[in-house]
């Protein structure tokens, strides 16, 4: 077995700009051989994305609402349509609205409770059932989550419920669709300098904390991320499913920080 990715073709989504978790995956997937195409949300977030996507040899990009079932078809049919079949889609779409993710969580509306966990969680179980029928000789559905989902982080407020439904939603499809070959696991990468990283409060803070504390005294790279789903997805990880797999340098086991940072 060999991470060689040669003759698979996937869906990226979710990339905002270079920096983005999903552009890191979608690099190393390319580098590995893989056949990519993108979903983009609205015509400022396409004209960031064109030029990466032309750069890994691609030329399918479809504007996606995952809140809207037509525009969701309207995707899905069009990759049908140019591949009819996918071996791998990876999904890296959340949501919160900015000013619920620096105060106190029990302040959160009841409207961005729904609204997060619809586009963060739903929106996974909605690509797994259209994407599987893509998928008639098995294949691999990634999706995106944080620590935050099972450890009190701050600021990160309804995110981490979100994400805490995303990881039971990755072991139940795991579950249904494992019959049918097709493997769905869970990178969860430490803090990462990104778009998305950028709108919870605190977050500079927080990714010097777990880069001084880290074991490996780093966080996570697009690089180390980008290589983790290239396994997941390809011949090696075919025994791995309902996983969620931590690229933090370490700082998940920690109980407390480095001794020279107790404070």
């Known amino acids: 077995m060999t991470l060689s990715m040669q003759g698979k073709r996937g869906l990226i989504m979710g990339v905002a ?16 051989g893989a056949e990519l195409a993108f979903t983009y949300q609205g015509e400022a977030f396409g004209k960031r994305l064109e030029p990466l996507a032309q750069s890994v040899g691609s030329d399918i990009m479809v504007d996606v609402d995952v809140t809207d079932d037509a525009s969701m078809d309207l ?5 049908k349509d140019r591949w009819g079949t996918l071996d791998f889609v990876v999904h890296a779409i959340a949501f919160s609205d900015k000013n619920e993710l620096t105060g106190r969580f029990i302040n959160t509306s ?5 609204n997060s966990l619809a586009i963060s969680c739903y929106s996974f179980i909605d690509v797994a059932n259209r994407a599987s029928q893509m998928m008639p000789d098995g294949g691999t559905l ?12 701050p600021f990160y407020n309804v995110m981490g419920v979100a994400k805490a439904a995303l990881e039971s939603t990755t072991r139940y ?10 493997r769905v696991n869970a990178i969860s990468p430490g803090p990462m ?3 998305a990283g950028a709108a919870i409060g605190g977050a500079r803070k927080t990714y010097k904390h ?54």
């Open 17 to 32: 700009n270079e920096r983005s978790i999903a552009w890191g995956i979608a690099k190393a997937m390319a580098d590995a």
């Open 75 to 79: 995707a899905f049919s069009t990759l």
């Open 110 to 114: 009841r409207d961005n409770f729904k």
């Open 142 to 153: 990634l999706t995106l989550t944080y620590q935050g989902s099972n450890r009190v982080t």
């Open 173 to 182: 499809l795991a579950n249904d669709l494992g019959p049918q070959g097709i």
């Open 193 to 195: 300098k990104t778009l």
């Open 210 to 263: 777990t880069n001084m504390n880290a074991p490996m005294r780093a966080n996570a790279t697009l690089e180390a991320v980008g290589g983790t789903a290239v396994y997941l997805a390809s011949d090696a990880g075919a025994c791995t499913t309902g996983e969620i797999i931590r690229v933090d340098g370490g700082f998940h086991v920690l109980g407390m920080p480095q001794p020279d940072h107790l404070v």
